[in-house]
């Protein structure tokens, strides 16, 4: 799988800046949660969503062990170590220590990134070292194939 290139996935996340967050959500300039924002994200550089996201409870990542939110990450993108994540890479947090990763941004320089946070909707700040020692995961977005046409 080749990435795809990270202006383009860059520049994708910045116009959804000034989102309002909206749990579940996944429309530009209308509302998102984390996760919206990087599907909607998905849609604008790589194509159509390969499979339904099914409803979640806001505190879905609070039980259980299974790493959830990078299982299905790992099937449409390509994992690289957190320590190498270049800016466009998507990555996940843990919001609590030995929790799940169940929050996500993107990484737009070496110490910025994009998210949807609630109460402030979808914001790009600095990576500080406490959003950087929540780090688990790093995944790239695939370039465009066959599979998944650009829709624009």
Not at 12 to 21: D, F, I, Q, V
Not at 88 to 104: E, N, Q, Y
Not at 134 to 148: N, V
Request: proline share 10%; glycine share 8%; aromatic share 8%.
């Amino acid at each position: 799988m080749t990435p795809a290139d990270p202006d383009r996935v860059i520049a994708a996340a910045r116009r959804w800046l000034g989102t309002p967050y909206h749990d579940q959500a996944s429309l530009r300039g209308v509302g998102c949660d984390c996760l919206g924002l990087a599907r909607g994200v998905w849609r604008e550089v790589v194509g159509p969503e390969a499979f339904p996201i099914l409803p979640y409870s806001r505190d879905w990542g609070e039980t259980g062990s299974r790493e959830i939110l990078a299982e299905g990450a790992r099937r449409m993108m390509i994992e690289v170590p957190v320590i190498d994540a270049p800016p466009g890479a998507l990555l996940l947090f843990r919001m609590m220590p030995r929790a799940i990763a169940k929050h996500v941004g993107i990484l737009t320089g070496p110490d910025r990134f994009i998210h949807a946070y609630e109460r402030l909707g979808v914001i790009e700040q600095p990576l500080t070292s406490t959003w950087q020692r929540r780090i688990a995961f790093a995944l790239l977005f695939p370039a465009i194939t066959s599979d998944h046409p650009n829709p624009e």
